[in-house]
């Protein structure tokens, strides 16, 4: 197949969803098809042989790190050209939308994916207000595909309640080859702990920003003696939380990548991961895959991944004190902590990244029948008519 991929967002940026869509051209390129993806500029002009376009936009101002990309002329020649056999946009919202005039133009299968809970995120960027637009928005563009896909069930019960319309559960994996157990760098606890290694460590992975909820997590967890928390990653409230974290034993390393990034899980004791608009949750599944404990807010995508009790911990999210509690709970019980330690290890053993994507190819073959369904019956309205 030839596929046209359009996304909102894509390396050098660092997410869910650019982890999922390298692992989605990795694939498709040890498959034999060709890729031409469409997406914010500054990226490689090649990515495991699919050519890379960059489409031109200023910066989303409530979150800077997205474009608002609005392709040229330009754009429309290279997908005309490049023929696709299907069209693919990844969370349609600015791009997405040209990617299915494009599709629509060629008249060719257009799948939709679903993986950023924009209706959610606005609530924490003084949006609430324009938050049942938002859905009619994405309603309009997803309903317009031939098959919409998202990453959990959670956000299918949600995406269905909403009103979206063929929607399918596109299941995630990671590298569990790359993610796994392994012997504890001493100088990389010696850097999350800021020179106290015998502590508790406890880790958050992600993105710095509203929604995640990080804030809440201060107060209930260093109310545990003996406890670090080290916050990987950046993002628009980086400089306000560590202002907000100022005087605890928190170190904010910056991104990690590679080996550094397995690295810092393996170094943890303990996994925490306080957001509530996650539609899948790609960063708990990796600190279980390396054998580290999670706890998670009891809701979203995490809920296909954690069962309370058995291969992780769920707190209410509206009831942030649990944390202490719970962090409390893996402190003083090592059985519970790796009782919980070696059955995330076995879950995650289980959601392979090739498995996933040859999901994602077999929807795509979806997707086509489900056109020539409704080619047919055009034609054949047309011959009636």
């Known amino acids: 197949m030839k596929i046209a991929i359009f996304t909102e967002t894509f390396l050098p940026k660092l997410d869910g969803v650019v982890t999922i869509l390298c692992q989605v051209l990795e694939r498709l390129q040890e498959k034999g098809h060709q890729v031409l993806l469409f997406g914010p500029p500054g990226g490689p002009a090649e990515y495991a042989g699919a050519e890379i376009v960059g489409v031109g936009g200023p910066r ?117 080859r790359r993610f796994a157990p392994g012997p504890r760098n001493p100088a990389m606890r010696e850097r999350l702990t800021g020179g106290n290694p015998d502590d508790l460590l406890v880790l958050y992975v992600g993105r710095h920003s509203p929604e995640k909820r990080l804030e809440v997590i201060r107060d209930p967890l260093f109310q545990v003696p003996g406890v670090r928390l080290a916050m990987v990653g950046g993002g628009p409230s980086h400089e306000q939380l560590r202002r907000h974290f100022r005087g605890t034993p928190t170190s904010f390393p910056g991104f990690l990548r590679g080996e550094e990034l397995v690295e810092a899980y393996r170094a943890a004791d303990v996994f925490l991961f306080p957001s509530t608009t996650e539609t899948f949750g790609l960063v708990a599944l990796e600190a279980m895959a390396c054998g580290v404990p999670v706890i998670a807010a009891n809701t979203g995508g995490v809920l296909d991944i954690i069962e309370d009790g058995k291969n992780g911990l769920l707190f209410d999210p509206e009831r942030p004190a649990e944390i202490g509690r719970l962090v409390q709970r893996l402190r003083e019980e090592p059985g519970l902590r790796q009782g919980i330690a070696e059955r995330g290890l076995q879950h995650a053993r289980g959601r392979s990244w090739q498995a996933t994507m040859d999901q994602l190819i077999d929807y795509y073959h979806v997707a086509r029948r489900v056109f020539s369904v409704g080619e047919a019956r055009r034609r054949r309205g047309a011959a009636l008519a």
């Open 60 to 176: 989303f101002p409530l979150y800077p790190d997205i474009r608002i990309n609005i392709p040229r002329r330009f754009v429309w020649e290279r997908i005309r050209a490049f023929q696709p056999d299907l069209v693919h946009i990844v969370s349609p919202f600015f791009l997405g939308p040209f990617g299915l005039s494009y599709g629509r133009r060629l008249n060719v299968p257009i799948v939709a994916s679903f993986h950023t809970h924009v209706p959610r995120y606005v609530r924490y960027y003084g949006g609430a207000f324009i938050e049942p637009a938002i859905w009619s928005y994405l309603r309009s563009i997803h309903n317009a595909a031939h098959l919409n896909l998202c990453p959990s069930t959670e956000t299918l019960k949600d995406l269905r309640s909403h009103g979206f319309e063929r929607v399918r559960w596109w299941k995630r994996g990671i590298d569990t």
